[in-house]
C-alpha cells in the first residue's frame, strides 16, 4: 500500500483553540479522504471524509480543507474541547478498487482545558 | 449509519491455540469486509480484503496460513489465528462497506483485543 503521511505525531491544543493535522499522500487513484476519530480500546469512528472534486468540507466544528495539486489534505477542529481528546487518524481511499483504506500513522491529541 | 459487530471483544488464550474473531455487518450486505490489525500506539494495518464467496486477499507479509479467513455469507466473516503466538497478541478490527448504495464510508467495529500468553 503506498503511503498516507500524517502530522505531527501529537498535539496539545488549548480549550477553544483550533487544532490542525495535516496529511499527504502519494497514490493518485485515491478518491475519498475520511478522518477517522479513535478513543482507547475501540474501534475508529468516521469523522468527516471528502472527495477530491471539492476543496473543503465543513461538518460542525471539523473542517476538511483538500488541495488535490500538492497531494495534500488537513483536517481543522476549531473551538477544541477536552471530549476531542483522542487518536486522530487520515486515510486514502481508491471506492472503484476492492482495496481497503491506507491509513496515516495517527496524531495524538489532548486539548486542555 | 451502518453498523458492523465483533465478537468476542476481548480474548486471552495461550501460544499455540488457535482463536476465531467474528465480524457482523448487521443491517446491510457486505460482499467486502476488511480485516486490520493495529499494535499498540500504532496505526491500523490492513492484513487483508475477505470476499463472500471467494478466497480472501492478503497483504504483502500476512501469513495467509497463520490468519485464515471465511466470508461465508453476505452478513459474516471470521478472522481465525492459528498457532497463536505472543507476537500475535494486538487489536484486531474489521470494516465493511455497503455496496448497495453510492457512499464510500467503511463502517468499522468495535475491534478484538487478542491476548496470547
Known amino acids: 500500500q503506498q503511503q498516507v503521511k500524517q502530522s505531527p505525531q501529537s498535539l496539545i491544543v488549548q480549550k477553544g483553540g483550533i487544532s490542525i493535522i495535516n496529511c499527504a499522500y502519494e497514490?493518485?487513484?485515491?478518491?475519498?479522504f475520511p478522518w477517522y476519530q479513535q478513543f482507547p480500546g475501540k474501534g475508529p469512528a468516521l469523522l468527516i471524509a471528502i472527495r477530491p472534486d471539492v476543496s473543503e468540507k465543513k461538518e460542525g466544528r471539523f473542517t476538511i480543507s483538500f488541495n488535490k495539486s500538492a497531494k495534500q489534505f488537513s483536517l481543522h477542529i476549531m473551538d477544541s474541547q477536552p471530549g476531542d481528546s483522542a487518536t486522530y487518524f487520515c486515510?486514502?481511499?481508491?471506492?472503484?478498487?476492492?482495496?481497503?483504506?491506507?491509513f496515516g500513522k495517527g496524531t495524538h491529541l489532548i486539548i486542555q482545558p | 449509519g451502518a453498523v458492523v459487530s465483533q465478537h468476542p471483544s476481548r480474548v486471552i488464550c495461550k501460544s499455540g491455540t488457535s482463536v476465531k474473531i467474528e465480524c457482523r455487518s448487521l443491517d446491510f450486505q457486505a460482499t467486502t469486509m476488511f480485516w486490520y490489525r493495529q499494535f499498540p500506539k500504532q496505526s491500523l494495518m490492513l492484513m487483508a480484503t475477505s470476499n463472500e464467496g471467494s478466497k480472501a486477499t492478503y497483504e504483502q507479509g500476512v501469513e495467509k496460513d497463520k490468519f485464515l479467513i471465511n466470508h461465508a455469507s453476505l452478513t459474516l466473516s471470521t478472522l481465525t489465528v492459528t498457532s497463536a503466538h505472543p507476537e500475535d497478541s494486538s487489536f484486531y478490527i474489521c470494516?465493511?462497506?455497503?455496496?448497495?448504495?453510492?457512499?464510500?464510508?467503511?463502517?468499522f467495529g468495535p475491534g478484538t483485543r487478542l491476548t496470547v500468553t
Open positions: 470494516s465493511a462497506r455497503d455496496y448497495g448504495t453510492s457512499s464510500y464510508e467503511q463502517y
Open positions: 497514490n493518485t487513484a485515491f478518491d475519498y
Open positions: 486515510a486514502g481511499y481508491s471506492g472503484g478498487g476492492a482495496d481497503g483504506l491506507t
